[in-house]
């Protein structure tokens, strides 16, 4: 049986899809095709559309050897936008790398919900703080779908600030956003009062975190994933953030969950917040935390 280690066989477009497709389906992988097609667009350097309207291209010795480390990492259960060093939000393109998590679907909801409230305002009451920014996809994409609000972004790690503001320049939007190196569990942003406070933060309890699926867990940032018992930051939120936002600001959280939606509701039943709800994903989970002070 022929493979991609053949050193022999001249390889082509398509039946290099096809038979890693199946190679990857064989080892139990969830998306095959999808991320064959991420390799190898990143090693041809095209999108995935022009893979299959080159689908006679031979690939030459090199990219058949970059393709073959990619898919050895891949094998490792490497995340394959870290694999290839990007990924899609919003439509936008993002780098990213182990040194941020890789942005989900549902975080795209927080992002929507926050677009849709700011539209609504005034053009001089859009101001947003994005709290544990990682690789700036909130940030990034408020600032680019809102073009007349200004952003900060913080985070403790000095290296997702890096790619943050990567991702930032990439998408043309530096003269929104202003970034700044803060751990907010122990500091409040200045800046104060914002508009909009927004966050994904670590929802996941450092006892669940090594129970996580071998590709979180060994390549994604804990720091940014795990957190207390999961709730930690939650808590900060209930107690402090009503101190960063206007009288008529919003605040919105991703959550972990449907299992975290009763206990953060819970946690925003004091003094200070109304009008606290939770949206659900497509997966019909509780994700989105909205509250105002």
Known sequence: MTTVSDATKTWRVLELINWTTGYLEEKGFDSPRSDVEWMLGAVLECSRVRLYTDFEKPLTPDELQRFKTFLKQRLDHQPVQYIVGETEFMGMPF????????????????????????????????????VGTGSGCIAVSIAALVPDCQVVAVDISSRALQVARENAERNGVTDRLRFRELDVLRESPDGAPYDLVASNPPYVGQDEFPDLDPEIRKYEPEEALAAGDGLLFYRRFATTATGWLQPDGLLLLEIGGSHQAEPVISLFSGPGWKSVTVSRDYNDQGRILKAGP
């Open 95 to 130: 780098t990213v790398n182990p040194s941020v998590l890789i942005p989900r679907p549902e975080t795209e909801l927080l992002v929507e919900q926050a677009v849709e409230w700011l539209r609504e305002r005034p053009e001089d009451r859009r101001k947003v703080l994005d």
